[in-house]
Each structure stands twice: as structure tokens, then as C-alpha cells.
């Protein structure tokens, strides 16, 4: 890609970031008696891991059901054993919220919401009293909430508190009967490594950095579960067409961004943001996923979507509209309050289900996913639809001419 930017006279550079990432290196929560079934779970980051191969424990409950008081183990042996116990709701008033964080749909660890700061500071002090009651793991659950909720500590300050994931109120119930009618065991199998990820984004150089200008970009990792074609080689390309047309070198300048960790929570446009002149930047332009198979047309942005949206109407094609803050890198721009825009296929949710009306409009299949291989081994080259990768690069190329007219 490089390459193909110097051939044809562009000038490039690496803006290089690091950043930790939190791998699960193993993450199993099972009942395994009197039944054994798997347990939705959400571990918590900076703690003990489990022992190879798991903790197997019976399950045990405090005098309280939080546990975070000095005599909450008092004439009960917990020696060995996982404890159950109840998170106490957020006091603070305006708790933090976290920000969804990754592409799209998350689902990784930092797409859960956080909890807020007084529930860790209660959280780690009943994992405090749990250590010194002998207890191996401990599975958290906040009362009457099936969702999972981020427990985020600090390692290494926290690593010698015991594993601990939070789990659905309902499953906690289910654990909780099997362990009043007789007894249950559970096996908890938990590790979280943080590694340094050092990458860099790579950016094109306009001849006066100083000049005002439209950045247009798209995001170059995947998910290490697949190649990543739709998400996001086909925006990284569009992107590269852009790149290398006449027309972006004909006008005002552009620059062209292709941003390194955005699955990991838009590092590399975060980077950019936090560390380049911004005053000369008029405007950002986003593309990611813009070949999903069961595509929708779908535009978002506070103002410059105008540029691809004037063109659809002009050419007599459909469009939906997205949310401007969608999970990809407009984010940070828009934060920094920096104009955006962008262009996808995926209505910024590619697991969501395409309704009967949207099939009616756009084809494809009502009741499958926009792209049923998102985050997937099948995100391949064979599974892309060239129609919709042309729709969107032809109103990125009109975006780009009303730019740097
Ligand atoms: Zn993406």
C-alpha cells in the first residue's frame, strides 16, 4: 500500500503507538454439579489467574450477601470454595459510564460498561475479606440485572486478590438454589494477560501541513479472529482509491489516514487526535465496512455526510441514516469536535438483522445479519459485495471532489 502511494508520487509516514491489550488466555465459568452447564460470565481484569487447568470448588455464600464486611465469613468455611456474592448497587451519584469502545458491537472486554468506581472500591474490598476467609475465585452478580458489567482493577496492585468474573443475576439464582437443594460445584478457569502492543498509523503527508484540509480514513487491523475483508480491508481500499485519484491532488489538499488498533478500541485515531495539530482539520471522513454481503447503504455525521448524501440523491440511490457515534474512528474527531462523516454497510451494527423493509429497498436477505461473518474466520474476499463496495466509493470520491473543489 505504501508503495503503491510512492509510485504514484504521494509521501507517507508511519505515526508509530503502543498501547496494552488485554488478551484471555483462558476464560472458562462451568457448573459442573449436580448439572453442568456453562456460565455467562464477564471476568474481571488485573487478578490472580485461575491454576492450570482451573479452580473446582463448591460454591459458598457469605453471612451477608455481600461479603465486604469484617465479619461477613465469620463461622463459615470458605477454605477452597467459590463464593458467590452480590455486588452493592452504584452510590455515587452521575456514576461514570464508560463509552462502548471497539468496532461496532464490542463484545470484547471493553464492550462492557464499566462499574463505577465506589462498586470496584466495594468489590475489591469483599475480594479482600474473601482471600483472607481462604476463598479460590469468586463469582459477582448484581441483583435483578442479566447484564454484564466490566470489573476493571489495578494490576499489579490487585493481582494477589482471588479470579473473579460477574455473572447474570439469573444464573446466580439457578446457582444459588442447586447450592441451598444439596450443594454446587463450579469451575472456574480465568486468565487475563496484558501484552504491549506496539503499531503505528500510516498517513499520508500533504505539501503544507499547515494548509486547512479534509482528512479521510479508515481503519487497517482486524480481528485477530479473521482476515478482516469487510471489516476493514474494504474501507482501507476504498481508501487507497481515494489516495491515488487525481482528483485529491488536483484541489486543497486532503490527507488520507489509515489507523492502526481500532479493534482495540480506536487507538490509533485516538493517537492522532491526542497528539497532531487539529486547527487545520475542516472536516473527517470515516469508512469502515463498506462491502458487507447483506449490505444496507448507511450514512452518518454531524453536517459533512451532506457530501456523500447530495450524491446518492443525485445518482436515485437509497441510503439510511446511522448514528454519528457509531463504534469506529470518527469518534475521537467528533469528541475533539471536529466535524465528521462516514460511510458503511452495515448501519453501524453489522450483526444486526436486516428488516423486511430494508430488503425491500437495498435486496438482500430480511432476517440475516448485514454481515453474517463480522468478527468471523468467513470474512473473506468470497463473502464481499462488490456492489456496495462500488456505491460507497463512488460517493467517496463525490465527498472528496466537494472537498477540495
Ligand atoms: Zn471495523
Not at 460454591?59 to 463459615?76: H, M, N, Q, T
Not at 496492585?157 to 444439596?182: E, I, N
Request: aromatic share 6%; charged share 20%; glycine share 10%.
Amino acid at each position: 500500500m505504501e508503495r503503491r502511494l510512492h509510485a504514484a508520487g504521494l509521501r507517507t509516514r508511519r505515526q508509530p503507538f503502543g498501547y496494552p491489550r488485554t488478551d484471555f488466555v483462558r476464560d472458562t465459568v462451568e457448573q459442573i454439579r449436580p448439572q453442568r452447564r456453562e456460565v455467562t460470565h464477564f471476568p474481571g481484569h488485573g487478578l490472580a489467574a485461575s491454576p492450570d487447568g482451573g479452580h473446582i470448588g463448591e460454591l459458598v455464600v457469605p453471612r451477608d450477601p455481600f461479603g465486604d464486611a469484617a465479619d461477613s465469613w465469620e463461622g463459615i468455611d470458605a477454605r477452597a470454595k467459590v463464593a458467590l456474592l452480590q455486588l452493592r448497587p452504584n452510590t455515587l451519584r452521575g456514576a461514570r459510564q464508560e463509552r462502548r469502545t471497539g468496532c461496532h458491537t464490542g463484545g470484547g472486554p471493553l464492550g462492557h460498561q464499566r462499574i463505577a468506581e465506589d462498586q470496584t472500591a466495594m468489590a475489591r474490598r469483599a475480594l479482600v475479606h474473601a482471600r483472607a476467609a481462604g476463598v479460590s475465585a469468586v463469582l459477582f452478580y448484581l441483583d435483578q440485572f442479566d447484564f454484564l458489567i466490566g470489573l476493571f482493577f489495578e494490576a499489579p496492585g490487585d493481582t494477589g486478590l482471588p479470579p473473579a468474573a460477574v455473572v447474570h443475576s439469573s444464573a446466580a439464582t439457578a446457582l444459588r438454589q442447586d447450592m441451598d437443594a444439596g450443594g454446587a460445584t463450579v469451575r472456574v478457569d480465568l486468565e487475563l494477560q496484558e501484552r504491549q502492543v506496539d503499531t503505528f498509523n500510516v498517513l499520508t503527508v500533504p505539501p503544507d501541513i499547515t494548509a486547512p484540509r479534509h482528512l479521510f480514513g479508515a481503519h487497517l487491523d482486524s480481528v485477530p479472529a479473521g482476515p478482516g475483508i469487510d471489516d476493514n480491508a474494504s474501507g482501507s481500499a476504498l481508501l487507497l482509491d481515494l489516495a491515488l485519484s487525481p482528483i485529491a491532488r488536483a484541489g486543497r489538499p486532503a490527507q488520507f489516514c489509515w489507523w492502526g488498533g481500532e479493534e482495540d478500541g480506536m487507538r490509533g485515531s485516538r493517537h492522532f487526535v491526542a497528539t497532531e495539530p487539529l486547527e487545520p482539520v475542516r472536516g473527517y471522513f470515516n469508512t469502515d465496512m463498506v462491502a458487507a454481503p447483506n449490505y444496507v447503504i448507511s450514512v452518518y455525521g454531524d453536517g459533512p455526510q451532506r457530501h456523500y448524501t447530495d450524491h446518492l440523491a443525485a445518482i436515485g440511490r437509497p441510503w439510511l441514516e446511522g448514528p454519528v457515534d457509531g463504534m469506529s474512528d470518527q469518534v475521537p474527531f467528533l469528541d475533539a469536535g471536529i466535524p465528521v462523516a462516514g460511510i458503511d454497510t452495515v448501519n453501524s451494527a453489522p450483526a444486526r438483522l436486516k428488516d423486511d423493509h430494508e430488503a425491500a429497498v437495498f435486496g438482500g436477505v430480511a432476517g440475516q445479519p448485514f454481515d453474517p461473518q463480522y468478527h468471523a474466520p468467513g470474512d473473506t474476499l468470497t463473502d464481499i459485495s462488490s456492489t456496495a463496495l462500488g456505491i460507497c466509493t463512488t460517493a467517496s470520491h463525490a465527498a472528496l471532489r466537494a472537498t477540495t473543489r
